[in-house]
């Protein structure tokens, strides 16, 4: 055998694509990294308020599990949280990158508020829930799908035109509130028309069942549905796509009317069924927390509520421990930061595989010198 | 009218520094959509920095004016620097997805941006004094009348901000490095195959773009505001915003960052009330719509962002 020349440099270590990582090791890397996280989180904490470290634990569970209603307050800003993320998903799993779920959800919340607004008395409630829920979509539509046009037509970049677009969405609505209050202070206050109704005193129990049954039938949309297929083969590659004919055009113009109708109802459940009342403020970072959300999920609708159920236990206890600790509301931004970073990180390890040089090495060694043994026994063999 | 320009020229200073950072980062094929949390951050390290010297003087009237601008702009860049070291240690390194990693930077940024400010704000600590030293000028400024407010009026930053723009629009387009840059912005699988070293090269352009934009942050706090309380975060939107705007060119970005200014002060010059004020505040974002239509429909090649911008580069890839 010829000598292996040897290299002046070899790297460090190698990095490969791993495939056959399974379901429930991905998972455990996913929890690994969440413990992490949140061990970290308690040191960040005890360094901003010294010896809270135990109690930064104990206040994250009293914050979201404390009292019946901090429960219900979790569900409903997991249905929230869950719907936008649910909104998102269709369109990035075609690797339309909207990042402007944060306007389709604020125009969704406009059109609700404004029907509300100007129907309000006028009509039988019922009738008003009905229109707003109607206009809600139909918005959140529009403003999805006006950026789609866009790309499909030219392939103007989706990701910085929807960026903008929820800045354009953010002022109207405060145009419209300015418009709308009367006393001056630029505060809308609460509309007394078009309420979802509540069932029997959980006040958003509705909320919560809507968005579980939406959750189901965008499962089932993605898996089973040729709608579902032709977006998700648009996404992996638009050759391939081509060639087996589908029509991207109309893939990416579908799949965002479907995104913007689902931030529509978004909007609409926040207005109609949660806050009554609209302000630009009123989606929360929502529409970008999603994109986590949906992403670290890998676009799957069930483990959606999942990841979403995460991100919201963790921002609102930690909320609950900035507040116990006098430390203030950002508190918890510093906290979701952290945690978005180690789980962003988990990703790779699923993703993919580090092969160091020095192991290599070892294992190089160690393969030659069974190979070594297992000749000089096959020659050994051979003289008897 | 004079007055109108100068106070573009100033304010457009927070979009220049942001838009070239990123200008430059975007070259290398990543968008980072951190940027506002990394103005922020650069806000942080630069006070903190500032204030730390600040506290070694008993009377701070007396600081160097000097010193306190230099250790400003250092404590901004590390602080940014290393905010953009981790966003390209996630993107270049771990191949993680850009928007996600940016838009955590940018929650992370904020929050620490506002949890320092809270308790800058309870302790009652004022950078009075740093922003003294910020404010110095040339000292003709005020004698050859309106021309020279105009050019010599401003403080260190507005310059510095100038001349980064205009250094990074001359190291783009006419140097090697710039060439190699582009390269990899458009093709990374052809850049690599020449033998550019492509880690190296994004990983110095989103750290260089991060300390840039930090300047930004550190400009807000010491020229911009009065109190703690400035939303950094939305400069640093319409920093990227700009990016756009000036079709991934730094010496348009001057021009696009003086624009966006004007957009900005027409609001409180203009007798509107407050309701309409807002339709006019929309006006950039729907203008920087407006371009980015047109630079798709003309689909010319020197208008268009980087072929492989958000993609992230892997050899065994094919």
């Keep these: 055998m010829t000598k292996h020349e040897t290299h002046k440099k070899e790297p460090l270590m190698h990095i490969s694509k791993r495939m056959d990582m399974k379901k429930w090791q991905a998972w455990l890397i996913r929890l690994g990294a969440f413990a992490i996280a949140l061990i970290v989180c308690g040191i960040v904490s005890s360094i901003l308020k010294p010896g809270s470290f135990g109690k930064f634990y104990a206040y994250l569970f009293k914050g979201v599990f404390g009292t019946p209603r901090r429960i219900w307050l979790l569900l409903q800003n997991i249905a929230m949280l869950l719907c936008v993320a649910l909104a998102v998903t269709p369109a990035f799993k075609m690797k339309f990158w909207n990042i402007g779920a944060e306007g389709q959800v604020l125009m969704g919340a406009l059109m609700c508020a404004l029907c509300m607004f100007y129907m309000g008395g006028k009509a039988a409630n019922g009738v008003i829930v009905l229109v707003c829920f109607i206009a809600s979509m139909a918005m959140g539509a529009i403003w999805a799908v006006i950026p789609a046009l866009f790309k499909a037509q030219w392939n103007t970049n989706e990701t910085l035109f929807t960026l903008m677009m929820n800045y354009v969405a953010m002022n109207l609505v405060r145009f419209c509130v300015n418009k709308w209050s009367t006393n001056g202070s630029g505060v809308l206050g609460i509309l007394h028309y078009g309420w979802m109704p509540s069932i029997g005193k959980y006040t958003y129990l509705l909320n919560i069942i809507i968005v579980a049954v939406l959750t189901v039938l965008l499962w089932v949309y993605l898996r089973f549905s040729k709608h579902g297929y032709e977006l998700t083969v648009v996404g992996e590659s638009t050759n391939t796509a081509r060639y087996i004919g589908i029509n991207i055009k109309k893939v990416i113009i579908r799949t965002m009317i479907l995104s913007g109708v689902i931030c529509g109802i978004a909007g609409f459940l926040l207005v109609s069924g949660t806050s009554h009342t609209v302000n630009a403020n009123l989606a929360d970072g929502r529409g970008f927390t999603a994109i986590l959300v949906s992403w670290l999920a890998h676009f799957n609708p069930a483990a959606m509520a999942l990841t979403s159920s995460l991100v919201v236990f963790l921002d609102q206890g930690s909320t609950f421990a900035g507040d116990s600790f006098r430390l203030g509301g950002s508190f918890s931004d510093i906290i979701t930061g952290i945690f978005f970073f180690f789980i962003i990180a988990s990703e790779f390890f699923i993703n993919y595989k580090v092969k160091f040089r020095a192991i290599s090495k070892k294992k190089e060694k160690a393969l030659a010198e069974a190979v070594a043994v297992a000749t000089v026994e096959v020659t050994e063999e051979e003289v008897r | ?318």
Aim: some cysteine; charged content about 10%.
């Design chain 2, 1 to 318: 009218m004079f007055s109108f320009l100068r106070e573009a020229i100033w304010f457009g200073t927070v979009y220049l520094y942001g838009s070239t950072g990123e200008i430059i980062t975007e070259k290398s094929g990543h968008l980072n959509l951190g940027i506002p949390g990394i103005m922020c951050m650069g806000a942080v390290g630069g006070c903190v920095a500032d204030i730390w010297y600040m506290n070694s003087f008993a009377d701070p009237s007396k600081m160097p004016a000097g010193a306190v601008i230099i250790i400003g702009i250092l404590g901004a860049m590390l602080v940014a620097g290393l905010m953009g070291l981790l966003y390209s240690f996630f993107t270049v390194s771990l191949r993680c997805n850009q928007n996600v990693t940016g838009l955590a930077i940018t929650t992370f940024g904020i929050g620490v941006m506002n949890y320092w400010s809270e308790r800058m704000g309870a302790k009652g600590i004022s950078i009075y004094w740093v922003r003294q030293c910020f404010a110095q000028t040339f000292p003709c400024a005020g004698t050859i009348g309106d021309f020279g407010k105009l050019f010599f009026s401003y403080g260190t930053l507005t310059y510095l901000a100038l001349a980064i723009a205009l250094i990074a629009s001359f190291v783009l387009r006419r140097t090697r490095i710039g060439l190699n840059l582009r390269a990899i912005g458009e093709n990374p699988a052809a850049a690599d195959a020449t033998g550019i070293n492509i880690t190296a090269y994004k990983y110095v352009a989103t750290v260089l773009g991060a300390a840039i934009a930090g300047i930004g942050g550190l400009f807000c706090m010491v020229e911009v505001t009065t109190s703690f309380q400035y939303s950094v975060d939305a400069a640093g939107w319409l920093a990227v915003a700009i990016v756009i705007f000036s079709v991934w060119r730094p010496s348009l970005a001057v021009l696009g960052s003086m624009a966006f200014a004007i957009l900005y002060y027409i609001p409180s010059r203009v007798q509107v009330d407050f309701g309409e004020k807002e339709l006019i505040k929309m006006i950039p974002y729907v203008v920087t719509i407006i371009v980015l239509i047109i630079i798709s429909i003309l689909n010319k090649k020197e208008t268009q962002p980087p072929q492989s911008l958000g993609v992230n580069y892997f050899r065994e890839e094919r």
